[in-house]
């Protein structure tokens, strides 16, 4: 099933969630760091959770979750496992899902409306590099080293039951 068709056949648009990152930052957290909003995966899930949430009772159909840089290299130089890593990437979707479940077992949210899904993060290589080179796309990286980067997030954000993947920040054809 395709979560966008569903809610189009529905309603003549599509709303995705607001600016996570900067929600984030006006509710205290302290963005300033490589894994930028994965790192309150670590810190304040918590805080994560209610964003979605509270974007979802202001009419958001879709959340996007705080996995844009969420890879494995980046939370291994936080001294995380590739186990751990890939816990916190799974995480990131389970906040979003369950803010979403939530939401709609209050039948109050449920008028006239598609229930709305998750869109699973992947931010661009560059987005771990932490250096502004996610807008350049110049890595110095063949295809096949990207894709071997991308494929164990992708995964583990896909067998954690997101709905959608969004690929954001492509600044490169490779």
Request: aromatic fraction near 8%; glycine fraction near 6%; charge should be negative.
């Amino acid at each position: 099933m395709n979560p966008i068709a569903s809610i189009l056949d529905l309603q003549p648009v599509l709303v995705i969630d607001g600016a996570l990152a900067t929600e984030l930052e006006r509710r205290g957290c302290d963005l300033k760091d490589s894994l930028w909003s994965a790192k309150i995966l670590l810190e304040q899930p918590e805080k994560i959770k209610q964003v979605h949430y509270d974007y979802f009772k202001a009419g958001a159909d879709c959340a996007i979750t705080a996995s844009y840089q969420a890879t494995i290299p980046g939370f291994a130089k936080r001294g995380l496992t590739e186990a751990e890593a890939i816990d916190l990437m799974k995480k990131s979707v389970a906040l979003a899902k369950e803010a979403r479940d939530e939401f709609w077992t209050d039948e109050a949210n449920r008028t006239d409306r598609a229930k709305p899904f998750v869109a699973a993060s992947v931010g661009p290589y560059g987005a771990y590099l932490a250096n502004g080179e996610e807008y350049v796309g110049n890595y110095g990286l063949t295809e096949q080293e990207l894709m071997d980067f991308h494929r164990p997030r992708m995964k583990a954000l896909v067998e954690a039951g997101t709905d959608i993947l969004a690929c954001e920040t492509l600044p490169c054809l490779i």
